[in-house]
């Protein structure tokens, strides 16, 4: 019932510059906190940023000063600016969230996650 699609990825050079975006749909009540993850190749998925319903906001310490999580509760969207790029940001960038969606008369809280989008970082 609830979908999240990501859209931004791509391929840059060191110290460039990337937004993310990432939209839910869905029969959505409420969105909690939203976040991104990242996966690169032979290591855990680690958490990059994360925003709660009250716009809080946490970060790696790895990207702390360089990214910056926001969201747009109007267009159920959750966005990842991400300056001066490094090549060791490369790794492919997933979209989570808590929400509450519509189950018939019901709302029941999952977590959801998006399809990762690339983020590739030459040096």
């Known amino acids: 019932q609830v979908q999240l699609v990501e859209s931004g990825g791509g391929l840059v050079q060191a110290g460039e510059s990337l937004r993310l975006s990432c939209a839910a749909s869905?029969?959505?009540?409420?969105?909690?906190?939203m976040g991104w993850y990242r996966q690169a190749p032979g290591k855990q998925r680690e958490l990059v940023a994360a925003?709660?319903?009250?716009?809080?906001?946490n970060y790696a310490d790895s990207v702390k000063g360089r990214f910056t999580i926001s969201r747009d509760n109007a267009k159920n969207t959750v966005y990842l600016q991400m300056n001066d790029l490094k090549p060791e940001d490369t790794a492919v960038y997933y979209c989570?969230?808590?929400?509450?969606?519509?189950?018939?008369?019901?709302?029941?809280?999952?977590?959801?996650w998006g399809q990762g989008t690339q983020v590739t970082v030459s040096s």
């Open positions: 869905g029969s959505i009540f409420r969105i909690n906190a």
């Open positions: 989570n969230a808590e929400i509450a969606a519509w189950i018939g008369i019901r709302r029941r809280t999952s977590d959801s």
């Open positions: 925003i709660t319903g009250e716009d809080t906001t």
